[in-house]
């Protein structure tokens, strides 16, 4: 291994601050790029990355389409979502501040709601440059928001490169009348094609799940699907579509590693990130899925105290931040 993060940082004054505009297949992408990373957004596809490839060592660490119709065919398995709200909600119906919601039934496992209404609408480019994207929700998913969550909220997403960083920061401001809930996710979903990674997450309990891949408000006394995670584990040994909460001592990076590489990535949440859910559907699958959720799946419909589901809300004239930070640390 001849390349270091420092002779990288070298060379980071040296690319010209530009709106590069790209395509995966016939899908338009922004370029973001410093000398760590190079990143690639689709604001039309939900505002997501799509494509983040580590350059010292040129790998690609999320799974990619090729075109839009692969992405339409797994629209939650391709780079990092945006899910407002994340998860299943059971039959897309819930109580919460003496207010029902009846959300769609878009949910192919069951007669539920899966994922929320931003993951494929439209967002508009309000500033670009080498290293720095600024969204905004658009219009239709503006819309979507307010008539589902009975109030008007304003979504908005930053990605900055910073060294080798990269920062994604997500901000939600309800300017209607009333308290709505609210939670967010980012979808995360690791190429496993070029590398086989390690996968170390942190110390915390695995939801007991119902039939319909839901928690039913328990935890299993042992880790299930998701043993050996914590000190651990190679990512293709996986197979899982699980949810997992974090204890509450913890940090909330999980780390990804590859074999005989001086490299290590740190996928960071801020701490209102206490819910992972873990999907990998087969031992033959490509990816896996590691995400990072404030409120677990049907967390509004659980019996359990809302500082176990992580169920929250957004409260008239309230703005929240949620950062989400990828990190490339050698050894």
Same mark, same amino acid.
């Given at each position: 291994?001849?390349?270091? =993060?420092?002779?990288?940082?070298? #060379?980071?004054?040296?690319?010209? +601050?530009?709106?590069?505009?790209?395509?995966?297949?016939?899908?338009?992408? !922004?370029?973001?790029?410093?000398?760590?990373?190079?990143?690639? !957004?689709?604001?039309? =596809?939900?505002?997501?990355?799509?494509?983040?490839?580590?350059?010292?060592?040129?790998?690609?660490?999320?799974?990619?389409?090729?075109? @839009?119709?692969?992405?339409?065919?797994?629209? %939650?398995?391709?780079?990092?979502?945006? #899910?407002?709200?994340?998860?299943?909600?059971?039959?897309?119906?819930?109580?919460?501040?003496?207010?029902?919601?009846?959300?769609?039934?878009?949910?192919?496992?069951?007669?539920?709601?899966?994922?929320?209404?931003?993951?494929?609408?439209?967002?508009?480019? +309000? $500033?670009?440059?080498?290293?720095?994207?600024?969204?905004?929700?658009?219009?239709?998913?503006?819309?979507?928001?307010?008539?589902?969550?009975?109030?008007?909220?304003?979504?908005?997403?930053?990605?900055?490169?910073?060294?080798?960083?990269?920062?994604?920061?997500?901000?939600?401001?309800?300017?209607?009348?009333?308290? +709505?809930?609210?939670?967010?996710? %980012?979808?995360?979903?690791?190429?496993?094609?070029?590398? $086989?990674?390690?996968? #170390?997450?942190?110390?915390?309990?695995?939801?007991?799940?119902?039939?319909?891949?839901?928690?039913?408000?328990?935890?299993?006394?042992?880790?299930?699907?998701?043993?050996?995670?914590?000190?651990?584990? =190679?990512?293709?040994? +996986?197979?899982?579509?699980?949810?997992?909460? =974090?204890?509450? $001592?913890?940090?909330?990076?999980?780390?990804?590693?590859?074999?005989?590489?001086?490299?290590?990535? !740190?996928?960071?949440?801020?701490?209102? %990130?206490? @819910? #992972?859910?873990?999907?990998?559907?087969?031992?033959?699958?490509?990816?896996?899925?590691?995400?990072?959720?404030?409120?677990?799946?049907?967390?509004?419909?659980?019996?359990? $105290?809302?500082?176990?589901?992580?169920?929250?809300?957004?409260?008239?004239?309230?703005?929240?931040? %949620?950062?989400?930070?990828?990190?490339?640390?050698? @050894?």
């Amino acid at each position: 291994m001849t390349t270091s =993060l420092r002779h990288v940082a070298e #060379l980071e004054g040296h690319l010209a +601050v530009e709106k590069v505009t790209h395509h995966i297949g016939d899908i338009d992408v !922004i370029s973001l790029e410093n000398p760590y990373w190079a990143c690639l !957004i689709a604001p039309a =596809l939900g505002g997501q990355i799509l494509s983040l490839r580590f350059k010292p060592l040129n790998w690609e660490l999320l799974r990619v389409p090729s075109h @839009q119709k692969a992405w339409e065919d797994e629209p %939650f398995l391709f780079g990092i979502p945006i #899910l407002i709200p994340p998860g299943r909600i059971a039959e897309g119906q819930f109580t919460w501040n003496g207010t029902h919601y009846h959300w769609p039934q878009n949910d192919t496992a069951g007669p539920n709601h899966l994922h929320g209404f931003v993951w494929n609408r439209p967002w508009r480019v +309000v $500033d670009v440059s080498a290293t720095h994207l600024w969204l905004t929700l658009g219009a239709q998913g503006t819309a979507d928001l307010a008539w589902y969550m009975g109030s008007r909220l304003n979504v908005g997403v930053e990605y900055a490169l910073r060294g080798p960083e990269l920062l994604i920061r997500v901000t939600a401001k309800n300017t209607g009348s009333m308290s +709505v809930p609210f939670g967010i996710g %980012f979808h995360t979903t690791w190429n496993l094609q070029e590398q $086989d990674w390690e996968v #170390l997450i942190p110390r915390g309990r695995e939801w007991a799940m119902t039939t319909a891949l839901m928690p039913n408000g328990t935890f299993l006394p042992h880790l299930s699907s998701l043993r050996g995670l914590p000190v651990g584990r =190679l990512a293709t040994s +996986v197979v899982a579509d699980a949810c997992y909460r =974090l204890d509450d $001592d913890v940090d909330t990076a999980v780390f990804m590693r590859g074999a005989e590489s001086a490299f290590e990535f !740190i996928w960071q949440p801020d701490a209102q %990130f206490r @819910q #992972l859910t873990i999907f990998r559907p087969s031992l033959n699958s490509p990816f896996i899925c590691v995400e990072p959720c404030t409120w677990t799946h049907n967390a509004p419909n659980l019996s359990v $105290d809302q500082a176990i589901s992580g169920m929250s809300g957004l409260d008239s004239g309230e703005e929240k931040v %949620f950062e989400y930070r990828i990190l490339a640390n050698a @050894q």
